[in-house]
């Protein structure tokens, strides 16, 4: 079992030094059982792309990055099991090769299948719930060391999912898939916003899943990226509301070359390389930038759209891009889409921390009124007492993390102000 006592501390974006005493690599099943059991306080260390300090401990952090990725698929169930630090592009590949493919993967494909289940994340779609939803079962290690496998339908099991680290260090995971697809992306520039205001769901509509880019200052959205399936009777719009369709490829952030993009311009090619934004074979960027974004009600969207486009002259400054997206309600507990069908607002920002951290508030107060969620593994600045109220579980949440962890060794700083309210 390898140990890194100093190395290797930050996250992906540099912004975020983990404060735990150590980070333990387990080589097995047996391995990772004895250091939960053994630890005092524990965490799980994924791919390191959240932008805070919801995978850190005061304690012990695990990385499974060791453990056998063990990939099975069951053709009869449709259903592939993996282990939680495989990431999603290499699991794409491998369900590519053998005919299957997951209902969706998010803009970068880099990140870890029990990371971005734990945090809610998601790609777009209105009828494509967030990755959490593929989720039939979990194989988890509680914190006595024991190990605990549920499946959909078993009590707690929507509470389970979206566990944000507070139940158990998840290991391993089942998901449903189908049958491969093929997918065109179609790029266009020059998109008005009142015309996708006045006609926001059919808009959101026009293909398998739709990125609105944006720097909120203009009368036009800077690119909408479309993400057709080559099945669907939909078929592709020449323009797209004023926008016309790309002459050449485009990164999200203007004047960045989009080498690390995914095939653009209608040139078909399988699911596993269009659906994310950026190619597993490159890191989108250095990772100096940071991340924050909230959800809210679709039928909200609009003005929430609105809300924050009055707020351009505070946000402009300090962004790289924003991005608009949709996605279905779901009944995960502490999904940012918990009964609702939503809408991300996205913003990838420089790397202005405190500058950043300024202005969140403004943000967060502006679409108040439209309840909206944070993204649990992004900056954001509400506590648990103001988070509540927005998901009708979280009390229930809360119980579940105090019948499988009574004395708290999943607990860190993040969650007490987050979730439990102790901070």
């Known amino acids: 079992m390898l140990e890194e006592q100093v190395r290797d501390r930050l996250n992906w974006a540099g912004n975020y030094?983990?404060?735990?005493?150590?980070?333990?690599?387990?080589?097995?099943?047996?391995?990772?059982?004895?250091?939960?059991?053994?630890?005092?306080?524990?965490?799980v260390l994924g791919s390191r792309h959240s932008f805070n300090g919801i995978a850190d401990s005061a304690g012990t952090l695990v990385s499974l990055e060791?453990?056998?990725?063990?990939?099975?698929?069951?053709?009869?169930?449709?259903?592939?099991?993996?282990?939680?630090?495989?990431?999603?592009?290499?699991?794409a590949e491998h369900l590519q090769r053998r005919g299957f493919a997951l209902h969706n993967l998010a803009s970068l494909p880099h990140i870890s299948v029990g990371g971005a289940i734990a945090t809610a994340t998601?790609?777009?779609?209105?009828?494509?719930?967030?990755?959490?939803?593929?989720?039939?079962?979990l194989e988890l290690v509680t914190a006595d060391g024991e190990v605990r496998t549920v499946r959909k339908g078993d009590s707690d099991f929507e509470g389970l999912v979206v566990g944000?680290?507070?139940?158990?260090v998840v290991h391993r995971v089942t998901l449903r898939v189908e049958p491969a697809f093929n997918v065109r992306q179609d790029v266009f520039t020059g998109v008005a916003w009142d015309a996708v205001?006045?006609?926001?769901?059919?808009?959101?509509?026009?293909?398998?899943?739709?990125?609105?880019?944006?720097?909120?200052?203009?009368?036009?959205?800077?690119?909408?990226?479309?993400?057709?399936?080559?099945?669907?009777?939909?078929?592709?719009?020449?323009?797209?509301?004023?926008?016309?369709?790309?002459?050449?490829?485009?990164?999200?952030?203007?004047?960045?070359?989009?080498?690390?993009?995914?095939?653009?311009?209608?040139?078909?090619?399988?699911?596993?390389?269009?659906?994310?934004?950026?190619?597993?074979?490159?890191?989108p960027s250095n990772g100096d930038e940071l991340q924050s974004e909230y959800l809210v009600g679709r039928k909200h969207a609009v003005a929430?759209?609105?809300?924050?486009?009055?707020?351009?002259?505070?946000?402009?400054?300090?962004?790289?891009?924003?991005?608009?997206?949709?996605?279905?309600?779901?009944?995960?507990?502490?999904?940012?889409?918990?009964?609702?069908?939503?809408?991300?607002?996205?913003?990838?920002?420089?790397?202005?921390?405190?500058?950043?951290?300024?202005?969140?508030?403004?943000?967060?107060a502006a679409l108040a009124p439209f309840s909206a969620r944070p993204h649990w593994g992004k900056l954001f600045t509400t506590g648990a007492a103001a988070l509540a109220p927005l998901y009708p579980r979280f009390d229930d949440f809360k119980a579940l993390a105090g019948r499988m962890d009574p004395e708290g060794k999943f607990r860190n700083p993040f969650l007490d102000r987050t979730v439990f309210g102790t901070a």
């Open 17 to 43: 030094e983990y404060a735990a005493r150590r980070i333990v690599v387990p080589a097995s099943l047996a391995e990772l059982q004895q250091t939960v059991a053994g630890a005092r306080q524990v965490g």
């Open 122 to 137: 998601h790609g777009s779609g209105n009828g494509n719930g967030n990755l959490a939803t593929a989720v039939v079962g």
């Open 197 to 283: 205001l006045a006609d926001f769901d059919a808009a959101m509509s026009a293909a398998y899943s739709v990125s609105l880019f944006t720097d909120w200052t203009e009368g036009s959205i800077g690119q909408a990226w479309l993400k057709s399936r080559m099945d669907d009777a939909r078929g592709v719009p020449e323009v797209f509301y004023g926008g016309t369709p790309a002459d050449r490829a485009l990164h999200p952030v203007p004047g960045v070359a989009a080498d690390h993009c995914t095939r653009q311009l209608g040139v078909p090619g399988p699911w596993s390389d269009r659906l994310a934004h950026f190619r597993l074979a490159f890191t």
């Open 304 to 364: 929430a759209i609105q809300a924050v486009r009055a707020l351009a002259p505070k946000i402009t400054p300090l962004l790289l891009v924003s991005e608009v997206r949709s996605m279905a309600a779901d009944g995960l507990w502490l999904s940012s889409n918990y009964h609702r069908d939503g809408i991300g607002l996205h913003f990838t920002w420089k790397p202005q921390q405190a500058a950043v951290e300024a202005v969140l508030p403004d943000i967060e």
């Open 66 to 91: 060791a453990l056998p990725p063990g990939i099975d698929l069951d053709t009869d169930a449709r259903t592939v099991t993996v282990g939680a630090a495989v990431r999603y592009g290499i699991l």
């Open 164 to 168: 944000l680290g507070a139940l158990g």
